[in-house]
């Protein structure tokens, strides 16, 4: 004879079957009303621990469609568009998106790119945002003057970048700054102070120790232009340079694309570029003489400041971050996954930031208008 507990067993386990074709509600009443040894109690918790992970599983193969549809969405409802203004005899290049009357950001881009670099942000925050990213003279589609006739310095490049605004009628933003963005910003921003609502910062220097060891060749440069030009040229400007501005020393090199340093490769090997490219790093000395201005700035404003800085950054030390949040303790300083040019595989967790960042400065500084 079978033991007098066998009965009990195949009763449940139909009524388990039953209850497996219904709902999670009826599972848990089954297993909590049986009376079951330890071993079928485990059955039954390893059961629905399985059907848990399956319905999170399939939540998570569900939601990837959907958020890439919702891109999709207001990419068409929001397209961004390719624009050109006339700003002191030159064609400056910029993309243009999002509501006019929506709060506004203007991005200024590094080397050697230009303001296609901010497509990930304009693809997930045009919905709510006036995104407006220019090219300087000299990058991408803008105007590119003959050096000979035209002075390519970043003195001469925020004058631009602030008439720029003017002739679009930006009178307010928040300045997202990365790489050259940076001592452009700060030199806009001192020119005219009441322009700017907050700041980012994304991989931009503004701190003599940010300059990290690649910047001893750099240096010589600046000090005998003649003497270190070719080796400034192979050091700033070579493929190897290129690559490392977007990889840097990302142990994972297969998640970045390969296009985006070949385009700029390209881009800086085009006739003229490194006449171009040459005397603006020379110039780039000047951006180390400003520093103590633009740190004395921030101490005494104490602006609205969030960092953003890749964990594989190798342009710069990475004693920057810190050293904004000595000069602004309020500042928000996030590190994230990525390179030099972190939007290439952190711009969700980017656009996430920048959102939450611009939302509350927006905010704060209406109250204090208001006030």
């Known amino acids: 004879m079978r033991p007098l507990r066998e009965a009990p067993q195949k009763a449940l386990s139909t009524e388990l079957v039953a209850g497996l074709n219904t709902n999670g509600a009826k599972q848990m009443h089954i297993c909590t009303s049986c009376r079951l040894d330890s071993s079928m109690r485990l059955?039954?918790?390893?059961?629905?621990?399985?059907?848990v992970l399956a319905s999170f599983q399939l939540f998570a193969q569900v939601q990837e469609p959907q958020v890439q549809t919702l891109r999709e969405e207001q990419t068409m409802k929001y397209p961004t568009f390719y624009r050109t203004a006339q700003i002191d005899g030159l064609s400056i290049f910029y993309r243009e998106a999002g509501p006019k009357d929506a709060p506004t950001i203007l991005l200024l881009h590094g080397l050697p790119s230009s303001s296609r670099m901010f497509e990930p942000l304009f693809t997930r925050l045009s919905d709510r945002y006036h995104l407006v990213a220019p090219d300087y003279p000299g990058f991408g589609h803008s105007d590119w003057p003959d050096p000979k006739k035209f002075a390519y310095t970043f003195d001469h490049i925020a004058e631009i970048m602030n008439h720029f605004t003017e002739v679009l009628g930006l009178s307010h933003f928040t300045l997202y700054m990365q790489d050259y963005g940076g001592p452009v910003g700060f030199r806009m921003i001192l020119a005219h102070t009441d322009r700017v609502e907050a700041l980012i910062v994304q991989d931009a220097v503004a701190h003599n120790t940010g300059l990290g060891e690649n910047w001893k060749t750099r240096r010589a440069f600046w000090n005998?232009?003649?003497?270190?030009e070719s080796a400034l040229r192979t050091n700033l400007l070579s493929l190897a340079t290129t690559k490392a501005r977007h990889a840097g020393n990302d142990p994972n090199v297969e998640r970045h694309d390969p296009d985006l340093w070949t385009d700029e490769f390209y881009f800086i090997n085009q006739p003229g570029q490194a006449e171009i490219q040459s005397d603006l790093f020379y110039d780039y000395r000047t951006n180390v003489d400003s520093y103590p201005k633009w740190q004395a700035w921030m101490r005494e404003k104490q602006p609205r400041l969030l960092v953003i800085w890749g964990k594989y950054e190798s342009s710069f030390d990475?004693?920057?971050?810190?050293?904004?949040?000595?000069?602004?303790?309020?500042?928000?300083v996030h590190i994230v996954d990525g390179g030099h040019f972190a939007l290439d595989t952190a711009a969700d967790e980017i656009a996430a930031l920048v959102q939450g960042f611009v939302g509350s400065s927006r905010q704060g500084s209406v109250a204090r208008r208001a006030g």
């Open 43 to 51: 059955s039954c918790v390893k059961l629905m621990v399985s059907m």
């Open 224 to 228: 005998d232009r003649a003497a270190n």
């Open 318 to 332: 990475p004693s920057e971050p810190e050293s904004y949040r000595h000069d602004v303790p309020k500042a928000e």
